[in-house]
């Protein structure tokens, strides 16, 4: 099957620029989570998506970053305005439902670099 | 909520070593466990994963873990390590029963493997 994808892989950009992360998640998983892993860390949840609705955004920067999975299938992220500190990998999954219970599958990430 | 600490930020080991990777979590009720794998510019990978059942779990490419509940641990072994194994492994957690569950990684551990 096909996995998660996503683009870009790579983006550089300016402090006070915006950027947007773009998702497809596996056919039919309904729920799909944002992760920022930022360097000599781990994964750390930003969002988690239960078809079109948002179930988790407790650790999302809502003052600089948004999502949306409008149609319950592929999802946006955005930053706006980017800090230094958002330098970071982007890491999209999906599960087929919200207990993970079939497992997470991850994309390969975008590696954001901000200057 | 649910943490997971683990022990190890770097290991440094010579092929045919054996490995034993810590990890324990804090959360009082059932939990799924997993150990993911990231090698050099690739994306996370799910080893072996935890739910229910004989607490020694077998995964893929020799790798196993024993989920010990009165320890809050699951460790990840590996009786030979090869150079290939090079990686940075992952524990996680998710929690059942509190509403949606979520992934919760911990900090992970970069394993060299010396040929």
């Known amino acids: 099957e096909a996995g998660v994808a996503q683009s870009p892989r790579y983006k550089i950009i300016e402090k006070r620029q915006s950027v947007a992360f773009w998702c497809n998640p596996i056919s039919g998983h309904a729920t799909l989570y944002w992760y920022q892993q930022i360097l000599g860390q781990g994964p750390k949840l930003l969002i988690q998506f239960q078809n079109n609705g948002v179930v988790d955004d407790s650790q999302l920067p809502k003052d600089r970053f948004s999502a949306e999975r409008l149609k319950g299938v592929d999802s946006t992220l955005k930053i706006q305005p980017a800090k230094l500190e958002d330098s970071a990998v982007y890491l999209c999954?999906?599960?087929?439902?919200?207990?993970?219970?079939?497992?997470?599958?991850f994309g390969s990430g975008t590696r954001l670099t901000v200057v | 909520a649910q943490s997971v600490s683990q022990h190890n930020h770097h290991v440094i080991l010579s092929e045919a070593a054996s490995l034993e990777l810590g990890c324990n979590y804090s959360y009082g009720g059932t939990v799924n466990l997993f150990w993911y794998v990231q090698y050099p510019g690739q994306h996370l990978q799910l080893l072996l994963k935890y739910f229910s059942g004989d607490p020694l779990v077998k995964g893929i490419k020799g790798f196993e873990a024993e989920f010990i509940k009165s320890k809050f641990s699951f460790n990840l072994r590996k009786p030979s390590v090869q150079w290939s194994d090079t990686a940075e492994y992952f524990c996680a957690v998710n929690a059942q029963n509190t509403g949606f569950q979520k992934l919760v990684f911990g900090t992970g551990t970069r394993l060299l493997v010396s040929p």
């Open positions: 999954a999906s599960s087929l439902d919200w207990t993970g219970e079939d497992g997470y599958t």
